[in-house]
């Protein structure tokens, strides 16, 4: 890694998500003048989060699948039956 190209505030921080109880220690020049102690004994620098993956209702830590078929294939699929019921009564 280059030198002198982080700020001098770079450090490990803990993002900590006090509504599921749970953190990560994470380099960053993150704003704070709190500290606390974590698992592994140390105290360290600690920036408190609103919402995270941990305690997010909705947020499942997977990107969507994207369907390997088309938009149109998925249309002509899905509408195959109502064409041919549209052609049957003309």
């Not at 220690?25 to 704070?32: F, M």
């Not at 105290?43 to 969507?64: E, I, L, N």
Request: aromatic share 12%; glycine share 8%.
């Amino acid at each position: 890694m280059k030198t002198g190209i982080h700020p001098d505030n770079y450090r490990m921080v803990l993002f900590y998500d006090s509504s599921a109880d749970t953190g990560w220690l994470i380099r960053s020049c993150a704003p704070t003048n709190q500290t606390r102690e974590w698992t592994d004994g140390n105290s360290y620098p600690v920036f408190y989060v609103d919402t995270s993956s941990a305690s997010h209702p909705a947020y499942t830590g997977k990107q969507r699948e994207h369907h390997k078929e088309g938009r149109a294939s998925q249309f002509n699929q899905r509408f195959a039956g109502m064409m041919s019921a549209i052609r049957k009564g003309k």
